[in-house]
């Protein structure tokens, strides 16, 4: 099956004046139809450019894009036009028409599109269902919460019943709770309604939470692209580890170790989970074979895409030998260093 969306060796640079900033270089990638893909990077990395380029809002400088079979960087304006039409967009400042109700913008594109009063009046009434905000119909945006515009931004954004939606950075602007919300009806919109969802972002609650695959752009490359478990638990490049570092907990640095072994007895065991090691049961039966205590005094272990992940540090205390027991029977289901 061919990609929904595919980046063939595309570049992108900005001139203005004498100074040529490459925003976009030699990127390949491919998404499929029914994902959700998170595109990360740091500030300037060139996200928003990338998926501007899914709409055909930027063009390219060379490579060529495709979405849905159609190479829309060689099309003209009224393809274009057509294809945008199946590509919805929501955005970190919502950009809702500040004058109209919500009932008012979420049937814009309807309008815009010739649907008749009737039928928009029905399909405006389907979506606000979908995003539960029925009551606020009659509401104008500045009478509601973040959340509830953005969940105004996703009906409007859905109208046209695109096959993908494009989301940039939109859930930036919003506080932790409210951005879970925003993320469950973001989940809800591709496994309900089969949407195709690209997510830039610079937060890894979110990537964590919702996506599939996603992508790591520095400077203009995409430096590393995989499933979500995959990038996560075994990150190949400095600047996936410093995003990544933000989200997992991991094994305690040096100067951890001192201060662990300072306030703990017995031995510091680091134990690094991934996948479904039964560690719990592990150190159950350890503890109750062998005379041993532990206790967990560093890091911890996080859900991803349903497998465990991450790193604990462990103070035995018992016999010598039985810790080494125990250490022993924790390699055979984990990663352990004895620490100190
Ligand atoms: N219209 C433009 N004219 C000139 N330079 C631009 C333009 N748009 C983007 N750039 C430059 O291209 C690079 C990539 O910008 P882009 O907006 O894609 O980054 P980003 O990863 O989305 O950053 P942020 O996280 O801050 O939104 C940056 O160096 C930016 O300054
Ligand atoms: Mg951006």
Same mark, same amino acid.
């Given at each position: 099956?061919?990609?929904?969306?595919e980046f063939r060796d595309v570049s992108k640079t900005f001139t203005s004046g004498s100074t040529t900033v490459s925003a976009l270089d030699s990127i390949d990638l491919e998404i499929?139809?029914?994902e959700i893909f998170a595109i990360i990077g740091y500030s300037g990395a060139g996200k928003s450019t990338l998926v501007r380029m899914i709409n055909a809002l930027e063009g390219v400088t060379s490579g060529t894009v495709t979405v849905d079979g159609v190479t829309i960087t060689e099309r003209n304006e009224k393809e274009i036009r057509? #294809? @945008?039409? @199946?590509?919805?967009? #929501?955005?970190?400042?919502?950009?809702?028409?500040?004058?109209?109700?919500?009932?008012?913008?979420?049937?814009?594109?309807?309008?815009?599109?010739?649907? /008749? !009063?009737?039928?928009?009046?029905?399909?405006?009434?389907?979506? &606000?269902?979908?995003?539960?905000?029925?009551?606020?119909?009659?509401?104008?945006?500045?009478?509601?919460?973040?959340?509830? !515009?953005?969940?105004?931004? #996703?009906?409007?954004?859905?109208?046209?019943?695109?096959?993908?939606? =494009?989301?940039?950075?939109?859930?930036?602007?919003?506080?932790?709770?409210?951005?879970?919300?925003?993320?469950?009806? &973001?989940?809800?919109?591709? /496994?309900?309604?089969?949407?195709?969802?690209?997510?830039?972002?610079?937060?890894?609650?979110?990537?964590?939470? #919702?996506?599939?695959?996603?992508?790591?752009?520095?400077?203009?490359?995409?430096?590393?692209?995989?499933?979500?478990?995959?990038?996560?638990?075994?990150?190949?490049?400095?600047?996936?580890?410093?995003?990544?570092?933000?989200?997992?907990?991991?094994?305690?640095?040096?100067?951890?170790?001192?201060?662990?072994?300072?306030?703990?007895?017995?031995?510091?065991?680091?134990?690094?989970?991934?996948?479904?090691?039964?560690?719990?049961?592990? &150190?159950?039966?350890?503890?109750? @074979?062998?005379?041993? @205590?532990?206790?967990?005094?560093?890091?911890?272990?996080?859900? &991803?895409?349903?497998?465990?992940?991450?790193?604990?540090? =462990?103070?035995?205390?018992?016999?010598?030998?039985?810790?080494?027991?125990?250490?022993?029977?924790?390699?055979?289901?984990?990663?352990?260093?004895? =620490?100190?």
């Amino acid at each position: 099956m061919s990609p929904l969306i595919e980046f063939r060796d595309v570049s992108k640079t900005f001139t203005s004046g004498s100074t040529t900033v490459s925003a976009l270089d030699s990127i390949d990638l491919e998404i499929d139809a029914g994902e959700i893909f998170a595109i990360i990077g740091y500030s300037g990395a060139g996200k928003s450019t990338l998926v501007r380029m899914i709409n055909a809002l930027e063009g390219v400088t060379s490579g060529t894009v495709t979405v849905d079979g159609v190479t829309i960087t060689e099309r003209n304006e009224k393809e274009i036009r057509r #294809i @945008r039409s @199946r590509i919805g967009m #929501i955005f970190q400042q919502f950009n809702l028409f500040r004058s109209r109700t919500v009932f008012g913008n979420v049937a814009y594109p309807l309008k815009l599109a010739g649907w /008749s !009063k009737e039928r928009q009046r029905a399909r405006v009434a389907e979506l &606000l269902a979908f995003v539960g905000l029925t009551d606020k119909a009659w509401a104008y945006p500045d009478q509601l919460s973040g959340g509830q !515009k953005q969940r105004v931004g #996703i009906a409007r954004a859905l109208a046209n019943n695109p096959t993908i939606l =494009l989301a940039d950075e939109s859930t930036s602007a919003l506080d932790p709770e409210t951005t879970q919300d925003v993320l469950r009806l &973001l989940k809800r919109v591709n /496994s309900e309604l089969g949407v195709t969802v690209v997510v830039v972002t610079h937060e890894m609650d979110v990537v964590r939470s #919702i996506a599939d695959r996603v992508a790591v752009l520095e400077s203009g490359r995409l430096i590393e692209v995989g499933s979500v478990f995959d990038v996560f638990s075994a990150p190949r490049t400095d600047t996936t580890r410093r995003f990544v570092g933000t989200v997992l907990k991991n094994r305690p640095g040096a100067g951890d170790v001192a201060r662990l072994r300072a306030r703990h007895e017995g031995s510091l065991v680091s134990v690094t989970i991934d996948g479904d090691a039964p560690i719990g049961q592990v &150190l159950t039966d350890a503890v109750r @074979r062998h005379d041993l @205590r532990f206790e967990i005094v560093h890091g911890g272990i996080d859900a &991803l895409q349903g497998r465990s992940f991450g790193n604990v540090t =462990l103070a035995l205390s018992g016999e010598p030998e039985d810790i080494e027991k125990a250490v022993a029977r924790l390699r055979a289901v984990a990663e352990v260093e004895v =620490l100190a």
